[in-house]
């Protein structure tokens, strides 16, 4: 599976009910949309994904400050919530 080099990493999901995440996040790469939240998120008790840890490939929230073109430019994001939400915990305002 290609993979693009230089995307930040999903280092951390705290989301159990999330179906890409079973021993950290499992996704080819998740976006972050509106109100932070990663839209990627899928509720199941089935477990799968890739092979590999989770990118950051898209991020729509243009007023958090590792937002650059559209891009997330942070090293790493963590990603928590509830059950049956799943936010970029990373998120920050623009100052």
């Known amino acids: 599976m290609p993979v693009s080099i230089g995307l930040p990493i ?22 972050v949309g509106a109100h932070a939240a990663c839209t990627t998120f899928v509720d199941t008790d089935h477990k799968g994904g890739a092979d590999a840890t989770a990118a950051v490939g898209a991020c ?17 994001i963590a990603v928590g919530g509830s059950t049956d939400v799943a936010d970029c915990l990373t998120y920050a305002a623009r100052v």
């Open 10 to 31: 999903v280092s951390s999901c705290s989301v159990a009910s999330c179906g890409y995440n079973h021993d950290g996040c499992h996704a080819g790469a998740i976006s």
């Open 60 to 76: 729509s929230l243009e007023d958090c400050q590792h937002n650059e073109d559209l891009m997330c430019t942070a090293d790493s």
